[in-house]
């Protein structure tokens, strides 16, 4: 469903990411880990549209999409969640939702038509399925930061995407928040039938729910495979000498 | 935005058409001037409170505005009901154009090129003297024709016996009115929604589909039709349109009504714009040191009171009831 | 086709109003560049430099070397106010919207411009130049100033000093790290909130001496401030917000394309100007010598 190809991006002479590629299956659930500094929020940022490549090439359901503007990606069926939690944080959590409807369906350049009670039995109806229905009226500003990221996740599939990059998406989240975290993410990508592309510390995390493991290592791919090969990887396990996981 | 049970912008309105009746010729002037500015800085919201982009040449639409509508008026011979809508028309052309360029810049670079637009229109309008009469204006705009209203006087008693001035006043009062309905109606809408989207986040609102920088283009070219259209009231009004219209300090003036009165709510500017006006005809009735007193409202405001009289109102409101309220 | 002569006293005009307004711009550049933020008020601090150059010879009276006193005099008479404005009401605001910050300094010119007016008065003032630089000699059939001539020499020799502080000095290799990354370097020990208060008082003590030094030359009149901050910003835009050689090589260009521009298109002057600003932000937004902010 999605391929990178050779993938390169330079920073002043610094090169972040040094033809990558790889291949995410329709269905699957994939990681890319690394160390910090292995460009994987780099990586996500040039699949998405958000920086463009110096060389390679993006292909989403098998169209060229390398470097197209990130609104026009969303259209075509890539949702995304940010490292740092990114939410519209003076609206309130319906509002947020609703929102990413309005535009989805369309919507955006009616200028008349008040927008309260637009869409509100679908915007109720993924608060519920994110657990966060009860918050509907609280600014998302104000919410812990467990619950501003299961906002995130809701906001992305508002937009009925069929794959779903996510930029560590339990950064930051207790033990017992993560476990929670994944059991939702699991039981929504499985529900929707959706592809899954994360990128992830907690190794735990990746090898419990991962079918696919890209490793990366300042900016190059070192491996690539199932969770098994991967973790037995020589060179993997070098990189990951003293990592405390 | 919660929903007020006493519908207080038209009680305001209604008031409004009754100060030629009980106050003095000077408070009618007022109330004309409080009008015009209050859409003004209203239009100007719609760029900074709604779609977070901050405008420093704000004025050049203004004075496109007024000087499309006193040209049209006083050397052509053009009806108002002509002049007026192109005010808006030729402000919203001009705002394509330079909000074109405008907006694929952010922040500081943002605001510096919407500086140097208004000053070019300031420069054009100052030294263009055939067209605009440079740096002295033009003087004695006409008011609109009002005969009709006066031919229709014995038949509706309520509409003889004003002034011109007055006349103007309640097609002022008319016009601006219909022209916040638009504008509410265009901020409580999906694509105002859109623009907030863009305010609190532009990354994030990319990701839901929005096209940020069209967006931003159509907040830009209807701010500046709405100020236009001000522009073009205003022309009238003042007896005579200059160059100081489109001055980067008129600018800096309604930009700090828009910030007196509150950038979060919608009728926050209109508030502002009235406070100022009133406590600016008040202090130079005692003394010149006007800029004085407002720089030091100013720095007060931003201190203590960032979200404006709104933001201070709004404080004060859910301090006092303890109800949690729904958005 | 215009006498060379004339042409060369033209240029040389707009070198010597290029020199003044870098003294002036070169304070908002570094303010923009440290700070990042657009200071307005520094056109004030800019003629509260020349009014205190001029009250303080009405104090001292007309000796040999009154002149110097005074300048130099109200160049530290405003950088201390610049500091304690910067200490004690400016620093509150850091944390706070940009839009907060520049409205901020909004206000100070209209209460400063203000103040001014109290203490000085509307009616033009003005201070005569300094004895040993009286008069004024010919070169290429133009006629210099020795004023004139003092400033064009003080300005690159400025400018020469100010890029050796940065570069050499241990202060000005921090000033270069605040622009570039305040937090590491706050983490690291710098003390960044004095720094931030030192470079404000070096701003507003190159204003308030660009002040006092143009008063031989210019009448000091009150809307001094609002006309020099004006052209301040398109210099800093050419050439770029926060790069000091921008500024000088904008301060150049704008000294030469005003005093041609009056010359050959005296309507399109100021037009022009505003022009060449906007075209650069379009072309490429950090000026000429600017790099492209985070």
Known sequence: MLDVHDIRKSFDGFQAVGGVSFTVPRGSISAIIGPNGAGKTTLFNLITGHLTPDAGRVVFKERDVTGIAPHDLCRLGMGRSFQRTNIFPRLTVHQNVQAAFLSHRGRGWNLFTPVEGLYREETDALLQSVGLLDKAGEVSGFLSHGNQKQLELGIALALEPEILLLDEPTAGMSAAETRESIRLIERIAADRGLTLLFTEHDMEVVFSIAHRITVLHQGRVIADGAPADVRLDPEVRRVYLGESH | ?327 | MPDPSFVFAQSLSGLTAAMFLFLIASGLSLIFGVLRVLNFAHGTFYMLGAYSAFQLVQWIGTGPGTFWVAALGAAVAVAALGGLVERFLFRHLYGKDELYQLLFTYALVLILSDVAKILWGTQQKSVSRPPGLNGAFSLFGATIPYYNLFILLLGPFIALAFWFALQRTRVGRFIRAAALDRETLGALGVNVSGLYTGVFVLASFLGGLGGALVTPVRTIVPGMDTEIIVEAFIVVVIGGLGSFWGTFLGSLIYGQVLSFGILFFPRFSIFSVFALMAAVLIIRPWGLLGRPLK
């Not at chain 2, 028309?89 to 637009?117: D, E, N, P, S, W």
């Not at chain 2, 069209?214 to 009004?237: P, Q, T």
Request: proline letters at 5%.
């Open chain 2, 1 to 327: 935005m919660r929903p007020s049970r006493v519908p207080w912008a038209l009680l305001v309105l209604v008031a409004a058409f009754f100060v030629p009746a009980v106050g003095s010729r000077f408070y009618t002037f007022l109330a004309n001037d409080v009008v015009i500015w209050a859409l003004f800085a209203t239009s100007l919201n719609l760029l900074v409170g709604y779609t977070g982009l901050v405008s420093f040449g704000h004025a050049a639409y203004f004075g496109i505005g007024a000087y499309t509508t006193g040209i049209l008026m006083k050397r052509l011979g053009v009806t108002f009901l002509v002049a007026f809508p192109a005010a808006g028309l030729v402000a919203a052309i001009f705002a394509l154009f330079f909000g074109f360029f405008c907006v694929r810049l952010t922040r500081i670079y943002f605001a510096m090129l919407t500086l140097a637009f208004a000053q070019i229109v300031w420069a054009i309008c100052f030294k263009w003297n055939e067209v605009t009469g440079g740096e002295q204006g033009m003087p004695e705009i006409p008011y609109p024709d009002f005969g009709l209203l006066e031919r229709l006087a014995p038949l509706l008693p309520p509409l003889g016996g004003y002034r011109t001035s007055e006349y103007f006043y309640f097609l002022t009062l008319v016009l601006v009115a219909l022209c916040f309905w638009a504008l509410r109606r265009i901020v409580a809408s999906p694509f105002g929604r859109m623009l907030t989207t863009i305010r609190e986040n532009p990354e994030r609102a990319e990701f839901i589909g929005v096209n940020v920088r069209r967006y931003e283009l159509a907040a830009f070219v209807l701010a500046g039709s709405f100020a236009g259209l001000a522009g073009g009231l205003f022309g009238i009004f003042n007896r005579g349109v200059f160059p100081d219209f489109a001055y980067w300090t008129k600018s800096s003036e309604v930009l700090i009504m828009t910030l007196l009165g509150g950038m979060g709510a919608f009728y926050g500017p209109a508030v502002g714009a009235l406070v100022l006006l009133w406590l600016n005809q008040q202090i130079i009735s005692v003394t010149e040191y006007w800029p004085l007193i407002l720089g030091g409202i100013l720095v007060i405001l931003l201190f203590a009171f960032p979200g404006g009289l709104a933001g201070a109102l709004e404080a004060l409101r859910t301090r006092l009831v303890r109800r949690p309220r729904s958005a």
